[in-house]
């Protein structure tokens, strides 16, 4: 698995935009944009631990943007049932973050996520605006992740300073 140092693999790849129109996103979009890339990895769609991490990622999207970053998800399923699946669960119909569909599993690959059944890992990237990868953290199937740690570790990472065991942004650095 790729980790902190590396670079973020190029890429292009379509995907189900906010408004469920299909686009594509690239590797350089959230760089052009000087932005910082939270990108999540799940399992499926139509299953029962990633929606609970989707809302959730929705509920606090406008702190990531608040936080110059941009949110991904991201998936090996095709941007077709990305699409039923936002259509037919009203908890996900207006999602503000497209949803990546990685069907060549070639994305997932090279960030060595791919898991042998050939559905991704549960992982979460945080990229900094020059596409070098400053946190990772990946779960089993079963276990979803915790949003606010995701936020938490943005804002750390994003932080010049040092933050110690159970910093919480706005409390001083070492």
């Not at 935009?17 to 959230?30: F, Q, R």
């Not at 990305?82 to 996900?92: C, I, T, V, Y």
């Not at 946190?135 to 089993?140: D, E, G």
């Amino acid at each position: 698995m790729l980790t902190v140092g590396d670079k973020f693999p190029k890429f292009k790849k379509p995907a189900i935009l906010a408004d469920k129109s299909v686009g594509d996103i690239s590797s350089k979009d959230h760089k052009d944009e000087g932005k910082w890339m939270v990108m999540f990895w799940y399992p499926k769609d139509f299953t029962f631990v990633c929606p609970t991490e989707i809302i959730e990622f929705n509920s606090n999207h406008t702190k990531f943007a608040e936080l110059n970053t941009v949110l991904y998800g991201a998936s090996t399923d095709t941007e077709a049932v990305h699409l039923a699946w936002r259509e037919n669960d009203p908890k996900l119909t207006n999602l503000t973050f497209p949803l990546i569909a990685d069907t060549s599993k070639s994305l997932s690959k090279k960030l060595g996520i791919l898991q042998p059944e050939k559905v991704a890992y549960r992982v979460t990237f945080i990229v900094d605006p020059e596409g070098v990868i400053q946190w990772v953290n990946a779960n089993n199937d079963a276990t979803g992740r915790n949003i606010a740690e995701v936020l938490r570790a943005l804002e750390a990472t994003q932080n010049p300073g040092l933050t110690a065991c159970d910093w919480v942004p706005g409390e001083a650095t070492l």
